[in-house]
């Protein structure tokens, strides 16, 4: 089956704790997007990569990290210095930066 | 910076009703329009993209069209059934600048009625 696979579905963090948040796809996509998602508001562009071993900060990359490794991995580390990381995280990929972009199911992070 | 505004926040219809949701976004230098549909906690489905050059896309029961220079798109949809009941996200693509990501509305919470 194509399509978008982030991993796990839900995760707690403790405060001070790094945890890392995958995003596989298949598509053989190009372009990969880490969004977050708090209740009453839009969508949120954290970091994005338009091709492998490259990556930019989008509106609110403070506090995450990520790399690009490998064409169909993105994975989105949220850190210590994240001082509100409760939210919906959303990862997206689209053949290149300006075409039809698709969507994982999500991951729900808590900080406990 | 581009802002997307989405309009009504919530609507609830009786079933069969047609309907129309409305996003507007305030800078018109946009390569593409996209609409999505979330159902409660999951990722987006994506519904319709409409080029800047292109009036309408259709699908099903779903139009979307786009009128670039006046800022505005709308989503059609016709027959309404209950599984349609989901909250439908508005993005845009921006042309100026760098090819960061799509900026979105924050959607409008649909219920449909049996």
């Known amino acids: 089956d194509g399509g978008i696979t982030q991993s796990p579905k839900y995760l707690f963090r403790k405060e001070g704790q790094n945890v890392t948040l995958s995003c596989e796809q298949n598509l053989n996509h190009d372009a990969m997007y880490w969004y977050r998602q708090d209740p009453g508001q839009g969508l949120r562009l954290i970091y994005y990569s338009q091709i492998v071993n490259d990556f930019q900060k989008g509106d609110i990359a403070e506090g995450y990290s990520v790399s690009r490794e490998k064409k169909e991995s993105f994975p989105l580390t949220v850190t210590s210095a994240q001082k509100n990381p409760t939210a919906f995280y959303l990862c997206?990929?689209?053949?290149?930066?300006?075409?039809?972009?698709?969507f994982g199911q999500g991951t729900r992070l808590t900080v406990v | 910076k581009q802002e997307v505004t989405q309009i009504p926040a919530a609507l609830s219809v009786p079933e069969g009703e047609n309907l129309v949701l409305n996003c507007s976004f305030t800078d018109s230098a946009i390569y593409n329009l996209q609409w999505f549909r979330q159902d409660p906690g999951k990722g987006l489905t994506s519904l319709l993209l409409?080029?800047?050059?292109?009036r309408e896309q259709t699908s099903g029961r779903l139009n979307a069209s786009l009128d670039k220079s006046s800022g505005r798109s709308t989503l059609y949809i016709a027959a309404s059934q209950p599984g349609d009941s989901a909250t439908y996200l508005c993005a845009v693509k921006n042309s100026g600048g760098g090819a960061d990501g799509l900026t979105f509305g924050k959607g409008t919470h649909l219920i449909i009625q049996p």
């Open positions: 997206a990929s689209s053949i290149s930066w300006n075409t039809e972009a698709f």
């Open positions: 409409i080029q800047s050059s292109q």
